[in-house]
RNA sequence: CGGGGUAUGGCCCAGUCCGGUUAAGGCGCCUGCUUUGGGAGCAGGAGAUCGCAAGUUCGAAUCUUGCUACCCCGACCA
């Protein structure tokens, strides 16, 4: 019936994951032409495969965004440098990683090159903005004067910069892509209504076209954005037993608005300050779903995100061949396509069928067809799944609906193989001997925490884990903190992070 | 930002210790023929101011100094 064919060429090209996971994962991000690295230290080229799955994730993010009421605008890459200083925690948060814009010209110098033009200098330094809050409540102070105003809810996509010390391509870059959500309101409980409707729509798309389940939770204090009175977010768990933060949504409180003025007129006529949430996720959602689903031999694509759906590759000798076999698959691209399949008719005559066929796995396109004589021959059609490596014969008939429905169940699969990845690697941990171990291993570890800053601290000293998230619904279980022994309200989930 | 490593045709790399003809090999690329159901074979060909900049020397890929980028480990952070 079916049959495997996974080879060990690939083994060649590629670092296994048991091998070396952050070599592979380095690997695979350059050898299925995502992206690579610029002449600039920490700054990555996205290419063009690689950009067109990122297209794919904003164009559902924008309509999801969009479907709850947002509206996107466009706020400028340089923020004035006393806007920083407007709000303490934010700025102790971002200080330490702006790039800075001192002066606005070059001029020629001696040796033939340019310099930079010491006349030129600002009167005020701009930074590049790290994130956007400042310039955008500095914006909205004009654009809120009464309740009639409110919700003011803006989305834009934009470039970040923050200058990190040790970068590696999707996941730490010091430029950046992403959406960041920054939204106004009359009260605190819809601030953190908007704040909760927005981690569920990184939720949704995570699990549902990423096909990566995620915890939801809040962060503790220690990892919560500087700014932030509470910050919301969602945790998936890499192949490695590793975890990483994919989404965040901040219940921002009345800082930004008190930090800017930001006041509106009740309906009471009283004088408020406006209620504030922002919200993002990045390029590093590329990074992520590289690292849920792909393999020893590449990357491995849920349907729904990938830009090639299904690439046929013709089998034939001679040119009569290939125009037989280009016969017949002529209508079932038009199929496909009308199905809003897309498609690939890789009938490049510079490279053979095996050579395809492994260069298609790699790029992690999910379906593979191969139509050659024999086929023609029994009107059949050979069908490769890339998650599962397996392929078999199918008849020709109705094959757009066996693709779509198979685009279906791949979709699932992959989500189902991430969850059960997770379940396996999910433990509750009641002693200390326990939590070291689990931790060493890799995964999540429920396990109770006093509430304090300082057990937290040792326990990232100790173990190198983080709180990832304290989960929003949880179930209250009083038990003893892992590490200290004091009372703890309920289990928080830790492991080792990107 | 601290410690360690690396940089030689598009890619992987030999040569560097101990300076001395034309910088070797593999992959890829180009041309031709044969091939095409899991990364094809043969023949011929093109392509390198040896990361950048100074210095030492009759002579530098090789020695010295500075700079830049990348990788690994740590601190920091999404």
């Known amino acids: 019936m079916q049959r495997l064919y996974q080879t060990l060429i690939m083994a060649k090209e590629l670092t296994s994951r048991e091998e070396n996971y952050s070599q592979w994962y380095n690997d695979l991000v350059i050898k299925a032409d995502l992206a690579e690295n610029s002449a600039v230290r920490g700054s990555m080229v996205i290419k063009p495969y690689g950009f067109a799955i990122w297209e794919k994730m904003q164009s559902v993010l924008d309509g999801m965004f969009k479907d709850t009421g947002h509206q996107n605008a466009y706020f400028p890459l340089f923020i004035p440098k006393s806007f920083f200083s407007k709000e303490a925690d934010h700025v102790e948060g971002f200080a330490k990683e702006c790039a800075v814009v001192t002066h606005y010209r070059l001029k ?43 919700p003011l809810l803006i989305n834009q996509w934009a470039n970040v910069v923050r200058w990190e010390m040790r970068t590696r391509l999707f996941l730490r870059t010091a430029e950046f892509l992403w959406q960041e959500g920054h939204t106004a309101h009359e009260t605190k409980e819809e601030a953190i209504k908007e704040t909760e409707l927005i981690l569920d729509v990184y939720g949704d798309f995570a699990e549902k076209w990423m096909g990566m389940p995620v915890l939801k939770g809040v962060k503790s204090a220690k990892e919560r954005f500087a700014g932030a009175v509470e910050t919301y977010c969602i945790e998936a768990l890499m ?10 949504s901040h219940f921002l409180g009345q800082n930004f608005a008190k930090a800017f003025d930001v006041k509106y007129v009740s309906k009471e006529n009283k004088l408020e ?3 504030a949430t922002s919200w993002g996720v990045s390029t590093r959602l590329m990074g992520a779903l590289v690292m849920a689903h792909s393999d020893d031999n590449g990357l491995v694509l849920p349907p729904k995100l990938a830009p090639i759906q299904v690439v046929i590759v013709p089998i034939y000798r001679k040119q009569e061949q290939l125009d037989a076999v280009t016969e017949k698959v002529d209508p079932i691209i038009n199929a496909l396509k009308a199905k809003g399949i897309s498609v690939k008719f890789d009938d490049r005559d510079t490279y053979k069928p095996g050579f395809k066929f492994a260069e298609w796995e790699l790029k992690g396109v999910p379906v593979r067809l191969a139509i050659g004589p024999r086929d023609l021959e029994n009107g059949t059609v050979e069908v490769a799944r890339r998650d599962t490596l397996e392929k078999e014969v199918l008849q020709m008939e109705d094959i757009e609906e066996k693709i779509a429905h198979l685009l279906e169940q791949i979709q699932e699969n992959i989500f189902q193989k991430a969850l059960n990845f997770r379940d396996e690697n999910t ?17 999540f570890v429920w396990a109770h925490w006093d509430g304090t800053d300082e ?4 326990i990232k000293e100790k173990t190198k884990a983080t709180i990832r998230l304290i989960p929003i619904d949880g179930k209250q279980e009083v038990g003893k903190c892992i590490y ?11 492991a080792k992070a990107y």
Do not use: M
Request: hydrophobic share 35%.
């Open 108 to 150: 020629n110098s001696e040796d033939g090159g340019v310099v930079v033009d010491e006349d030129a200098k600002l009167e005020e330094e701009l930074i590049v903005r790290p994130t956007s809050e400042t310039i955008i409540w500095d914006t909205y102070r004009n654009w809120i004067q009464s309740y009639r105003d409110l």
């Open 239 to 248: 192949q490695d037993g590793k975890a990483l933060q994919a989404g965040t």
């Open 273 to 275: 300050h406006v209620w």
């Open 427 to 443: 433990f509750r941990v009641d002693s200390w001997e326990e939590f070291e171990a689990k931790i060493e291993q890799g995964g």
């Open 455 to 458: 057990t937290e601290q040792i």
């Open 484 to 494: 200290s022994g004091n009372v703890s309200e309920q289990r928080v989930v830790f």
